[in-house]
């Protein structure tokens, strides 16, 4: 497809395209026409439909995928598209992930990175629990790989969820390694499913907002509630074991601040806090050095960061 | 039944006492007798048991309800009882609340006023909730009128757990005629479950301690777990009501720092976290100068109520 | 009358309205004219008087009630009154709360009701001193009436501060009759005063915004002297209770950050914290759903809750 | 006088001294006696009464000063005083600071500094405040100049109050040449008013303990309301003026948290917390100096200072 | 030379500017041109250069100070210079204070005042330290005196830094004469060293803004190796002596939160720390009322003095 | 040699002592003896040498290694030296890690690890920056060796900087492997040296306490001026390349609070935070734990791990 992107002004355009927005006006005239916005994951462009009801215009709405065929020209400086004909797209005609912001790793890598760590799990309870999750609930397996891991933050695309959960388990993996204290099944669980409420808590892409039963209960009470209720079918699955789990994903915020019940009382919810802070910062601070134009320069406060910062420069 | 504070040097007791601690011990000469601690409300004595594998010893432990038949002397200015016969009794012989810290409202009258109050809830779905636990469930029913409000602070006695619950209550039944902006059902349910989980939190009398469960989630989330599993048996639970009701319970501690994982979002959450903390201030501050010898002095800085505080005196 | 939000272009009006703003101009032409701002409860409309010196057009200032005749036309998409006569109305011409944002219950209604509070207080000093304030006082009464309970957050329109005053008064009511370790009449008597100080904090209507006074000293330390004033007035006033009336006043925010110079000593001072409390957060949670378009959907950040919020939907 | 820390075994005391315990005893053999604490600036010494009903024995209470005629022992290792006569002394013939703590500098002479400073006061207003305080208020002047500053922490002795003020009144007084933003008249009236309030809030030694009146309403707004009943009986004190020197009473401590209704608004305001605060960090340093053994070596964290500290060495 | 802000339409300029900005530009027929903004004392105008490549146009950049021959003309409401010459200038042909924010006092008379102060010091080591800053280190004390105290708060212009080190200087003075347990010699010492790391975080004018270096390395820690790099070359410096200095300067900001990685734990550190913050508050709301078209009225909140403020009436 | 926690009643002993304690006493006869405390890493021992000028009995003071000769008894229940002979050891006759907490680790296998590590580095200058300090200064290397991490938390033993300082190295190694925005050779060049003010900060042992440079300037700013110290000896180190190491020292606790005076602005800086505090918990929690007698009970609430804590139990 041709990407928004590279469009330009006296081209003609006939591919599938992401509908941002949709408002009914009016011309000076007294015409209805439609201001829409199209999307795909390389940018916007402002299209106008000047005859709604004519054939060859179906009815589209927000969210929906639609070929447009339309000419693009130029207007105070800025393109946009008259749309010629729209035509509802059909799911299969196109591949979501170029509408939107998408991790640059591959995800089905990432997931099968993540059943191998699965399956090197030892105490059947743990990886049996995990399986239910990853390997058997399908639904869950979809929405998993499909989430952002924040709405705006960091890792705010599709497969973020997954990238940053694969990331703060080989953290965990690697203090595991360095701290004999720490028990590694049940960091390891922990780190895998400390985030799984969010698959709840943010709506599915291209929405990525927060759900009503996100605002209400939060993924923190989500994910711990997702966890019992997939351990009510495993039996004889320990209930230390399960608390001890379940309070890793309560306390993985580390602070009540940050919506944790909970403050980490075990050294793997320690742990499991620091491996998630960290991977946080981390992509924070990388996302936003990607970002800038100069990012050896000062960028300014950066309020995740609470800090003045600048990319290093190692002259 | 004699109470421990009521006796008397050179009497003779033959009553029934709760074994507070039992330690073996081994006197100058090698013989080997027993340390027990015995305990009524109204206080506990030192008790020996000299001869501890006799005949009309029976073998008993902690928390054991014990017939114990002995003489009380006086041993270093204190009083002390030399066993003679100890014999466990069972339950019905004894009543617990004898023993124990108790509310000074009668239990079941205040049960009584709770169900005729979940009686008066006009949405049936919550008044379902209401009476799978109150009416339903005996284990938690007993388990619900038997418990502490809490390990220490206030309403820690047997039944505090119901009188607390009845009189936040009361407030939310209070707030919801004053401001209408209130859905009275809700709050009224919210305020009825919002310390359920506390049952599983602390451990029965004569413990009255945080559970290991308690210590790792805690009652809020307990609690709003408890919600979900009973809604599960409810055909036809509305799921945005029950996210709204578990908000309230998540949300009552109002703020983060109190361990709630949200603060509160709807006016019933903002609502129960008043009636809650009025109710918690109000006893805190009563059981303080109930206490003070002189309660109408400065009693010093009480950390519950973060001030100095004194009883009022309105000369 | 005719009320500004009901007025059309074309139509002449000849009805008294508020003088917002009034400043003088010069046209390119070099003509002088003057820029005004009407104003009534339901809104403000520019206007225009194009010959100031003209008979028929009183010297007139800012908050003066004045009639104007003119006509309505359109310019630049909003609506402007050229003035033709302007006369300054006298008092009982026009009804000030037509002009201003005012309680939605009646304000003599709610006044009787204090009264009949007032009236039942069984302790002589105190229903003296309420008695001196609320029957004696009339300059005190009038301004008591008029007043907002605050500039800008909860109940800010006339009648305001008797509005919230009343509420927090029946909170306490309740408060008294559910906890009997509080003192009714002390409580009531608190309640009552708790906001005195804001008849001189902030300025009458159409102001109504804080006065030198006001930022300089605050309502809590102003409330506090003006009790010790009236005292002053009533014989044999014990001097401990005077000192228990001011500490509930001046411990009524409850906390040192909210202005209080003292945090609440007394049982008394604790629940006039929270029945205030109570009925600002009750009230600032109504009047954000009131003036939202969509009360179910979540409103975002409030800053007076310090939380996200939204409306019960109870679905 | 023979002070308390100079008494030795063996000898025989006849001096006056302060009560500050009395308790009535027992002895074993069941005879009655007393328990007394005798008092100077210098330490305590137990005394004990064996025959409190004997001729020779006055009747005498705690806080009296009282003629002390016996013997002094050592029993365990400390001194005891066996009391033969007691006779209640009359005022004139001890001299209260021989048994208190005491201003190392002279009261007279820093009062006489202080009326100086008034005297050179050039706003009449102003200066006829701070002269019906300081010069016609004898009952004040004398419950001024014998007040402490605190209970404990600074300036915790008899003439503390009058040191302080004159110590914070003199640096104001360089402030005020110092930054010519500052009004001097205003600026100084505020340092010798700030801590007024202190005469109520702090009862006159022996005891220098918080009033009753002093805990619920504090020497802030104290000091505030002391102010305005001095000014009713000057006319014509205008009323901004009488605000803005109130501001800074209120404001004097800085912070909320610090039990100030009101943050400074006005510079003096700002100026005389630092004034007040420096002095109060001075004495406090100063006093934990000399105090210790070691000044030169680390004292540990003080609380008041907030940090470990130390004595300058200059090697 | 005349002012910017006494520029006139029609006039003609002939005046050396500093260049605050420059940009190449494009007109709508592609011609070249030069957009740019001339600054000095009383403000700035912007000048376009129509030719840039002509004879007589000197090649300039930012913060050149260049003499511009050029009309003045009004151009949608604002003037705006038409550049016909530009020549760069050389140093001596202007004065840098008439392009710049500059103290009212004057430069130099500030630094004789230092330098007797300096010479008033007894401890020769200290004196040697601060001639080794102040007499000897001519780099140094150009660029001490050029220097502003801040990038915008309080003292942001020419000779800021000297006279707010002055002004902490003098009041520590004062302090020591007041308080006997301050070493005068170190506390004076600190003060004139307390800020000198700023001639390194902030660079020059008319940049001054943060350094590279002082982004990374802030100015209490780059000061306190300044005076460890100073003291290398003094033979003898006592390592205690060194340590106490450096202590006061490390702690000068009083809190760990303002940038001190040490609290005061010397008294001399605990006045310097008053001193500075005085001052700086002083200055603060100083420079805020100058700035007030209405000085005596509120001010709204000063978010660096933390409080709504207004101007002292005195009425 | 025979440890202090196995000598019995009865024995003699002929062993090197460090000696804890010396004063000097006085029988009640009036006879001269010494109290001495000796302590090995087993613990302390109570010990008297009751003819202190006898021949055999050589003079000593603490911290001295001391061969003692005497014999074991009991008295009041714990047991006692009598000292006959007391000679001064030393160096080389006795092991001071027998005398001291000493890490587990071998100390020369984690210097070692620690040069291999340094060997790896690739930019130059870090390298031969970290060659000065951890090649070339021997007297440094000596005093790092031996050094603990701390007065009394985690990592107080010989060796524990050591042991820290590799581990947070190694978990730096680790993260930019992980995350290839960080720069390695910085980040593990700031990890090494991290804390090196600590060999400074605190006195060797036996002491291991603050010193009173440590106390003044703390071992973040110390560590820092160290580094600015070596590198004034490598020719041409980069300006920037310095500030930036120097930044990460500086801001490696992450927070004002925890004192140091810059917080992060490099992602190195963030990482080295992380590394470090991860380290400090992980090996406080283990402490704990290994000190505990029932590890896997709730310990009660541990400061620096801000919660209540217990080990994990996996049943």
Same sequence: chains 1, 2, 3, 4, 5, 6.
Avoid at 22 to 37: E, M, S
Avoid at 48 to 66: E, L, Q, T
Avoid at 127 to 137: G, I, N
Avoid at 268 to 291: G, H, I, P, Y
């Amino acid at each position: 497809m041709r990407y928004i992107k590279d469009l330009t002004e006296g081209s003609r355009i006939g591919d599938i395209y992401l509908i941002k927005q949709r408002t009914a006006a009016v011309t000076k005239n007294g015409k209805n026409y439609l201001n829409v916005i199209l999307q795909d994951k390389t940018g916007t462009i402002d299209a106008k439909v000047w005859d709604p009801n004519s054939a060859g215009i179906d009815d589209f709405d927000v969210k929906d995928y639609v070929e447009i065929v339309g000419d693009v020209s130029s207007f105070n400086g800025a393109l946009q598209v008259s749309v010629k004909r729209a035509r509802l797209a059909h799911e299969g005609e196109y591949d979501p992930s170029d509408y939107l912001p998408v991790s640059e790793k591959d995800i089905e890598t990432m997931y099968k990175e993540l059943l191998e760590i699965i399956d090197r799990t030892t105490n059947t309870y743990l990886k049996s629990l995990l399986q239910a999750f990853f390997v058997d609930d399908t639904d869950f397996i979809a929405r998993f790989k499909f989430s952002s891991a924040a709405k705006m933050v960091h890792h705010a695309f599709v497969g973020g969820l997954l990238e940053h959960t694969l990331s703060v388990t080989k953290n965990c993996i690697f203090f595991a390694a360095q701290y004999p204290a720490l028990d590694r099944d049940l960091l390891v669980t922990a780190a895998i499913c400390h985030d799984i409420g969010k698959t709840k808590e943010i709506s599915p892409y291209p929405d990525n907002d927060y759900t009503d039963e996100g605002g209400l209960l939060g993924h923190i009470v989500m994910g711990s509630e997702m966890v019992s209720e997939k351990i009510r079918g495993i039996e004889g699955f320990p209930a230390v074991l399960e608390n001890e789990l379940k309070h890793c994903i309560l306390a993985h915020h580390g602070e009540f601040e940050f919506g944790s019940p909970k403050k980490p009382a075990l050294i793997e919810a320690v742990a499991l806090n620091f491996a998630d802070d960290l991977d946080a910062k981390m992509e924070t601070f990388t996302e936003l050095l990607n970002k800038s134009q100069n990012p050896k320069d000062w960028q300014g406060f950066s309020k995740l960061l609470d800090s003045n910062v600048r990319g290093t420069r190692l002259e």
